[in-house]
């Protein structure tokens, strides 16, 4: 395991500085064009399971099976922003953000995914999302899939197992393009297949929660993923670049791997995992092939491309999303004690901690997030440097806390530990910046508390709490509010949040109840000579802020 402290002067003497951030960090650390943004998904989000014309799709048929969610809940409500959509951009707005992705649930669009008849009251719901953020100047980033199948895909043809799905992901695929192209120009085609295929067709731990096979369905289901991709992307680049002017990309996600030592087999192993994440979907993107070693290590199991799929695939992208929460120290095994056969396959061992026991970072609420920010530059140099540069979105960034009603609303609300994780993986971002990365935004995860996939409810991501005991009530958390003070800080416009109020209490407000909450916020800053108190000031009510 390395030394911590030899880790980090290494580390400085190869790029130019230290990743441990010694400083605040803020808006002017990024250039003027780089977007920030926050991110969501449709099952997680949107609720409303049967409502608008929207056909089932296999998280509705997982989370309903008896044993697969920790808590036993589903998202046939999830935190309801179908209903509450205007709400929730407020939220965006009011909290500094210049863009929002989410995805569309496709069997909103075609409730049996075939393509034969449109859903019209999902095009009108989009339709109703993307106005709503154009409106406050919010730019939609759009991702098609975001784990939710169709369900009817699944049962009558094996899902991503077929590659009859390519065809009719493109014919999806076309119907968004050509509903919502006019104002959307941010298009991601799929979000992490890496999960999909990995966890929903070899341990079963996600929808459709297959693991029968798990030798051979994850390479398969990636396969079909990628020529869906590609597919996608040739019918925008051919039909509506053009007219449109958008661009199109794939999200991928992985975790840094770093040498346990300077052993050469911990060096494979590591850049081995590497190509485990990464190299399995670009790759192909950019060199036409798969990875050597994986072809290496898994022979026909894994398949192959036609000259016209490498055709298809060749540059496919206009940028790469890129979802990253955490990293790990590789160490060479020769037989891994893993049950999977991908992880068996890459002959690794994952290490959380440094030489002497201390952990790689602060463990967040989830059993893999460690807090981890110097990782995040390295995946992004990596990245340009394999890949010759190409432009990037960190498209998810974030950690969770732990679900605890025991606790009063306001401690859930200090989420010290996120202000500190986002604080490290910005300051390492921007220094990715300095270091030549082409990285063109930021979206952090996220934006609401919501359902965490096969953790339900009981992990929290979000900067604004969900109270789902209290209406699906939005509180924005400290991390929030630092976001907001990230945004505005030496800004020539900026004031902190008391001048604000002062600033409000001077634009005719006639109102007499929001004089008396403005004079109210006043005072309890004037007061302000205790710690106790500063953390209600930090919570002042974001309708103020308007």
Sequence with gaps: MPKKENFFNDFADKNGESDKPTKDVSRTDFPPNFVFGVATSAYQVEGASKEGGRGPSIWDAFSHTDGKILDKSNGDTAVDQYHRYKEDVELIVKLGFEAYRFSISWSRIFPDGLGTKVNEEGISYYNNIINALLEKGIQPYVTLYHWDLPLHLHETMGGWLNKEIVKYFSIYAETCFKSFGDRVKNWMTINEPLQTAVNGYGLGLVAPGR???????????????????????SIYQSKYKEKQGGQVGLVVDCEWAEANSDKIEDKIAAARRLDFQLGWYLNPIYFGEYPEIMCEILGDRLPKFTEEDKELLKNSVDFIGLNHYTSRFIAYVKESPEESDFFKAQQMER????????????????????????????????????????????????????????????????????????????????????????????????????????????????????????????????????????????????????????RLEKTGIKERRRKRRIQFWLKLYDSQKHIRHRFRMIHMPLRLLS
């Design 211 to 233: 693991n029968e096979n798990s030798s051979t369905e994850p390479y398969i289901a990636a396969h079909h993923q990628l020529l869906a991709h590609a597919a996608a992307f």
């Design 351 to 502: 290490i959380a901690e440094w030489e002497g026991g201390e952990l790689i970072g602060d463990k967040a609420a989830s059993e893999w997030l460690y807090v981890v920010p110097w990782g995040i530059r390295k995946i992004l140099n990596y990245i340009a440097q394999k890949y010759n540069n190409p432009p990037v979105y960190i498209t998810e960034n974030g950690m969770d806390d732990e679900e605890n009603d025991t606790l009063p609303l306001h401690e859930m609300l200090d989420d010290k530990l996120r202000v500190i994780y986002y604080k490290g993986y910005l300051a390492a971002v921007a220094q990715a910046i300095k270091d030549g990365v082409d990285l063109r935004g930021y979206f952090a995860w996220s934006l609401l508390d919501n359902f965490e996939w096969a953790q339900g409810y009981t992990k929290r991501f979000g900067l604004v709490y969900v109270d789902y005991k209290d209406g699906l009530t939005r509180h924005p958390k400290s991390s929030a509010y630092w976001f907001l003070r990230f945004f505005k800080v030496d800004e020539g416009n900026y004031q902190s949040l008391p001048h604000k109020i002062k």
